[in-house]
């Protein structure tokens, strides 16, 4: 998503984007929308997923027949199969690239001794050769030091929202209609991927504990199911929470917007989580925020939320403070939508993003000669 804003904004500044990626998982109608937008996607066969490790052989071909047309490469995230194709295509044809990773600098949390392999084969090369690394926030900055990477090579752009998206609000109560939801009911909204990462077994625990006090507390978990879907379902049995407790899937477009406005808070309670565009999202639309303290995005919250040491017991002291205080999640819903606006604007994060290419194709200049 967050690359498809930034290609959109920068197609409206005369840019030239193609996307190039893999088939895997895409969604047919989100392609649709994308080409719409005026940006092109070429779609490489995936001939093999080792995880979410995609091999892509085809996109060769494609690098051959087109990758010289265009001044410049954005590679988003770190380790994959396709990002050390296009780094060795790049070095050959002396074509810059920046690297925006997203997270992924750290070989930490889940396949550690894979991701280091990585490293030493592809990962170190891709980082030295990079004309720049765009980093989301000064937490991932000091990631990318932690590598080796000299911090002049890097430049700190936070991930940015289209506030025309969110000009005109669905009408409240929509959603609560949908899906069967009293007006007075006090919904707590997890909206994300369904990995252990994200923490939904805290969020759980946490709940569990705020149902006890709060009697027409609801939580609603939306977001595609990433492996650890049935681990929160049977946590969910165990509390008895079945009755207190709504799935829904992934939610898109308006309808995903009709969620957020219908909360009484939006929680992110990530074990890690360097930049979520959810938490933009949801303060867009002037609901209130929980994260966890190992957000990256946190210290840019602000009076927008709440931030709680990743642990259910403060995760359930700080739930039991906004949903029992109407005053505060009102201030909380108007501050987010302030700080928004001002700090998180598509339009001026796209012009740091296009100064950081000429910056790029300059340095590379000078490379060459």
């Given at each position: ?86 780094r060795a295509f790049a070095s050959k044809h002396h074509i810059p690239y920046v690297l925006q990773a997203h997270g992924s600098v ?264």
């Amino acid at each position: 998503m967050a690359t498809h804003r930034l290609s959109r904004e920068l197609v409206k500044r005369g840019f030239e984007v193609e996307i190039l990626t893999t088939n895997f998982r895409l969604d047919d109608e989100f392609v649709k929308q994308v080409r719409g937008d005026g940006i092109g996607v070429t779609l490489a066969t995936c001939d093999m997923a080792l995880g979410l490790f995609l091999l892509s052989p085809s996109m060769k071909l494609w690098l051959r027949t087109r990758g010289r047309d265009f001044d410049i490469i954005h590679m988003h995230e770190f380790r994959s199969y396709q990002n050390s194709i296009v780094r060795a295509f790049a070095s050959k044809h002396h074509i810059p690239y920046v690297l925006q990773a997203h997270g992924s600098v750290i070989p930490f949390l889940e396949k550690k001794t894979l991701k280091k392999v990585y490293d030493l084969v592809w990962g170190s090369n891709l980082l030295e050769d990079a004309s720049i690394l765009i980093a989301l926030n000064e937490m991932e900055k000091e990631q990318y030091v932690f590598m080796g990477v000299a911090p002049n090579q890097i430049t700190v752009i936070p991930n940015g929202i289209d506030s025309s998206e969110f000009h005109t609000l669905p009408e409240i109560g929509r959603f609560r209609e949908k899906y069967g939801i009293g007006p007075t009911e006090r919904v707590v909204l997890y909206l994300g991927r369904i990995h252990r990462i994200k923490g939904l077994d805290v969020l759980v625990s946490a709940f569990a504990e705020v149902a006890k006090e709060v009697d027409n507390a609801r939580l609603v978990i939306v977001g595609p199911d990433d492996g650890f879907l049935a681990r929160v379902k049977k946590s969910i049995r165990e509390l008895r929470l079945e009755n207190r407790t709504l799935f829904t899937g992934p939610l898109y477009g308006i309808d995903k917007l009709e969620a957020y406005v219908d909360s009484n808070v939006f929680v992110l309670p990530s074990r890690y989580d360097m930049f979520p565009n959810s938490v933009l999202e949801a303060m867009a639309c002037g609901t209130p925020i929980i994260v966890s303290d190992r957000c990256g995005i946190k210290d840019k919250l602000g009076g927008a939320g709440l931030v709680f040491r990743f642990d259910s017991e403060q995760l359930k002291l700080a739930l039991l403070r906004v949903l029992n205080d109407e005053e505060l999640r009102m201030r909380q819903g108007e501050e987010g939508m302030r700080i928004v606006g001002q700090d998180f604007a598509l339009g001026p994060i796209a012009r740091l993003v296009e100064t950081t290419y000429m910056d790029a194709i300059a340095r590379a200049e000078r490379r060459v000669t």
